[in-house]
């Protein structure tokens, strides 16, 4: 690699001089030796030297901040770098410095899907680990949110993309209320869905407030995924659970045995679109010509 890297060194050395001789212009010349170091430390990102992809990065932004896929690509190393860090401050920073090299990408990106694609995606994933580190990281969790909601309605994405990217956000609103409900459970009732009693205090009755409006937001996005991909099972089966997470929260009878049918009757619809798909699958394989 060493030897790699002097010759290239050397050829870089001789294109400047021509260029220079030619009266090309200091930017062009810089254009050139930032789009080297990119291609150098994407050989190295390759072999899994990250350490050196990342300097190999660090140099292109340099000498050309205007690159997206420069950012995208020291951003790609810091990630490497965070996901290994032992000590929580160190992995923050970490983070926040690729959080800023993807942001950079997006702001350069002129309507480049791929980067577009790579950055949102790489922040969501940023985001996630985030507050996966610390619950209690409200404005990660409003990021992560924030982020699959661009990636989601980004006319970049595929249109597969979007309905993850709905549905994702539709498990983490079903998650928030479930999270709620499962508090208040009464360990001694054997109705998983029974009432829970979330009116006796401010503080109860702020958490039942909190459950309904996540249950309301869940049901968006997954109406969203839906109309996206009508087949969208898992999709389905979140929604279904939306309707036992509103069974927890009546108390009225009627309204929870209508809440019980529409969650039963969506599991049902979802069973037998699953396992209509996965007959023409397995009808598919076994048209498939052997080699």
């Not at 290239?8 to 200091?26: H, K």
């Not at 800023?100 to 994933?125: H, R």
């Not at 529409?262 to 397995?282: G, H, V």
């Amino acid at each position: 690699m060493k030897v790699f890297r002097n010759s290239t060194t050397a050829l870089m050395i001789a294109a400047v001089a021509v260029l220079a001789t030619l009266g090309s212009g200091c930017g062009y010349i810089k254009k050139v030796i930032a789009k080297d170091k990119l291609n150098q430390g994407m050989i190295e990102y390759n072999k899994g030297n990250y350490r050196n992809a990342q300097e190999f990065f660090k140099d292109a932004s340099d000498t050309d901040p205007n690159n997206p896929t420069t950012w995208a690509c020291l951003g790609a190393t810091r990630v490497k770098d965070y996901r290994k860090e032992i000590d929580i401050a160190k992995k923050k920073e970490i983070a926040n410095d690729a959080l800023q090299d993807y942001k950079n990408a997006l702001s350069l990106a002129n309507g480049n899907c791929t980067v577009i694609d790579n950055a949102l995606s790489y922040m969501a994933v940023i985001y996630d680990d985030m507050r996966n580190d610390d619950r209690n990281d409200v404005k990660s969790i409003e990021e992560w949110r924030n982020t699959m909601e661009r990636r989601a309605t980004n006319s970049c994405m595929k249109k597969d993309i979007q309905a993850q990217s709905f549905y994702s956000l539709g498990v983490d609103y079903w998650k928030c209320s479930y999270d709620q409900t499962t508090r208040y459970q009464d360990k001694f009732n054997t109705d998983s869905f029974h009432y829970r009693k979330m009116d006796y205090s401010p503080e109860a009755l702020a958490d039942r407030q909190k459950a309904q409006a996540c249950v309301t937001k869940g049901f968006e996005y997954f109406e969203k995924a839906l109309e996206i991909d009508p087949e969208y099972t898992q999709a389905m089966y979140y929604k279904g659970l939306l309707y036992r997470e509103l069974q927890k929260l009546v108390k009225e009878e009627s309204k929870r045995k209508e809440f019980e049918k529409q969650a039963l009757k969506i599991a049902a619809e979802a069973n037998t679109l699953q396992k209509k798909k996965e007959a023409d699958q397995r009808a598919s394989n076994q048209a498939a010509p052997t080699s």
